[in-house]
């Protein structure tokens, strides 16, 4: 069984900052998670899902524009685990974070965490 398992969200101030972490379990990534294009979408209520950051097998990176300079994705492929760090948040950015792991075949969701931006 397939899972994508998020944590770290949570509520924060202002110019806070969290770090969002997914962690990926099932045979499906045993031996081949590397290969996956790892991503952080959000959506925030009202609104369509949205992509924040995303690293391919390479490491290549990519970034909404309205984030780059303020979120760093990372991952570790011995641990099948992908994290995202996010700073001075605004209170716009409440929303749900999803992880999502891309094989260009395969499309795998994580249920998701809630990080609530408020004073």
């Known amino acids: 069984q397939v899972q994508l398992v998020e944590s770290g969200g949570g509520l924060v101030q202002p110019g806070g900052s969290l770090r969002l972490s997914c962690a990926a379990s099932g045979s499906?990534?045993?031996n081949i998670f590397s290969l996956y294009t790892m991503?952080?979408?959000?959506?925030?209520?009202?609104?369509q899902r949205e992509l924040v950051a995303a690293m391919d097998r390479s490491g290549s990176t990519n970034y909404a524009d309205s984030m780059k300079g303020r979120f760093t994705i990372s991952r570790e492929n011995a641990r099948k685990t992908v994290?995202?760090?996010i700073n001075s948040l605004k209170p716009e950015e409440t929303a749900v974070y999803y992880c999502n792991a891309n094989s260009g075949t395969s499309d795998y969701w994580g249920q998701g965490t809630q990080v609530t931006v408020s004073s």
């Open 83 to 85: 994290s995202l760090q």
């Open 39 to 47: 991503g952080w979408y959000r959506q925030a209520p009202g609104k």
């Open 28 to 30: 499906i990534f045993r």
